[in-house]
């Protein structure tokens, strides 16, 4: 949920960072949604009546100056799913290119069918992906890059904790195999409902 301005022309801004209040250390957005009917999609949005919510959520005018803080807030539902690129009798993982230990990027190569279905930013988790070195990877990998070399896509991915997991996970830095196949499962996020509340 996100204040907008407007002004005077019209143009509308929105802030650059949602409202959420603090609970148990953890950011939490101030609206509610809870799911009543799911076989129809049907969700119940909210902003719960609780002092952190409220008190998270900024007057639009404060008393004694003359303007406002903000015209009206806009809310955003958005729903994720998981969706299959490639299957298990139909592998798009052609090989593994490189693992660098120092950028904690991990480079495979990935069919020209299914490289279009990939964009910078997406988060996957490689399937089926059994190195013959006998190491494992970390699920939700960010994509850095994709990449066209000596005829084949290159596929860049990123964990934050690839080390950490190598350390825990592998006993250490990996030893990739260059053979190593599988097919992807790719997060997808999509807005199932949007729309502007008032508060005064």
């Not at 650059?16 to 119940?44: F, K, M």
């Not at 896509?153 to 996970?169: G, I, Q």
């Not at 250490?172 to 409902?193: E, F, L, M, S």
Request: without cysteine; charged residues 15%; glycine residues 8%.
């Amino acid at each position: 949920m996100y204040t907008v301005t407007v002004d005077n022309n019209g143009n509308e801004t929105l802030a650059p960072s949602p409202l959420t209040y603090v609970s148990g250390g953890i950011p939490r957005s101030v609206l509610e949604v809870q799911v009543y009917d799911a076989l129809n999609g049907g969700v119940q949005i909210q902003i719960p009546g609780n002092a952190n919510t409220l008190a998270s959520i900024p007057y639009r005018s404060i008393a004694g100056n003359v303007g406002i803080n903000y015209n009206y807030i806009i809310y955003y539902v958005n729903a994720e799913e998981e969706i299959n690129i490639g299957e298990p009798d139909n592998y798009n993982i052609t090989g593994v290119v490189s693992y660098d230990q120092p950028s904690q990027q991990y480079t495979i190569k990935v069919t020209s069918d299914t490289i279009a279905e990939f964009t910078r930013g997406d988060i996957v988790t490689l399937q089926e992906h059994d190195p013959l070195t006998g190491y494992s990877l970390p699920s939700d990998l960010e994509i850095r890059n994709t990449i066209f070399i000596n005829q084949a896509w290159h596929m860049v991915l990123f964990s934050t904790d690839f080390n950490t997991y190598n350390a825990n996970n592998n006993g250490g830095p990996i030893t990739i195999d260059p053979n190593a196949t599988g097919y992807i499962k790719k997060k997808r996020t999509y807005t199932i409902a949007k729309g502007i509340i008032g508060v005064e």
